[in-house]
């Protein structure tokens, strides 16, 4: 039997500069399932994302899903990608296991934690108030090199991370610190600042940007204040849920998360089509 990719609509450009294409999953002629296919909006033209793949019901768990993963690997190599992504919902087990064993890469994970009515306390000696300007200009010039360090880490090129680095920062924070639905803030113990934490509003959800300990204070539970003052930031907001990211192999951050009740929700993946 032969599985293909049939085009059902033109290659699409999109507002933000991207590219996109919906294919149909036909068996001998016969359709299957379906495909969407587009670039990042995030690193652009080089890397392609797997949108959406379904194969229907009556003809799963015959490898129709990996054909046209694999098929599909093929047109972006034909777009001129040299990189393809992927995100996967922790329920759908089969999905990860067919894109693992094709070759991609868990490069980061998204988790939840549904929040109460009842703020979190900080430990006694821990508060959190807003950053400086004084403060921020360093801040973001670390959370910036951060930010390339972690994606350089996991196979992106540092031109490309520094790029986009920069590009998110102008995104997220176009006022700094009087950034509508953004907060940074500052952790202190006993007078003296330990740690800070960019949170959000995101999809009707509150969204730790960034979180980091202080060095020189690490291993003294701080971490977790910081998280639990992201949850009060959220009750407060009166938002249901809070969300966060996680890069993988940053091990004790992904112990902490799940020590606190987070729990994955979705999988991001990439591969090498070079």
Known sequence: MTTTLRPTEPLQREADGTRSRRYQVCV?????????????????????RILDLRIEEPDRRRGRGTVA???AEEVVRGWGCDRIEASVPAEAEAALKVATALGYVVRNRHMEKPLGD?????????????????????WKELDTE?????????GVPEAEARTRALESNAQLLPDGLATADM???????????VGTLWTG?????????????????????????????A??????SGLPTIRLNVFVGN?????????LGYETVTYHLYKSLL
Do not use: C
């Open 231 to 236: 949850e009060a930031q959220g009750i407060a």
């Open 28 to 48: 001998n002629s016969r359709p299957v399932g379906a495909v969407h296919l587009g670039t990042s909006p995030l690193f652009g033209d080089s890397v392609a």
């Open 118 to 138: 009842t703020a979190p306390e900080l430990p006694a000696g821990s508060r959190g108030r807003p950053m400086t300007s004084a403060e921020y200009g360093p």
């Open 146 to 154: 951060s930010f390339v360090r972690s994606w350089t880490e996991r």
């Open 201 to 229: 509003l995101r999809d009707g959800k509150a969204f730790v940007y960034k979180v980091e300990s202080d060095a020189r204070y690490r291993g003294k539970g701080h971490g977790r204040s910081l998280m639990l003052l």
């Open 69 to 71: 993963a694999l098929a």
């Open 183 to 193: 907060l940074i803030s500052v952790l202190e113990h006993e007078g003296t600042v």
């Open 251 to 259: 091990t004790p951050a992904e112990r902490l998360y799940e020590s």
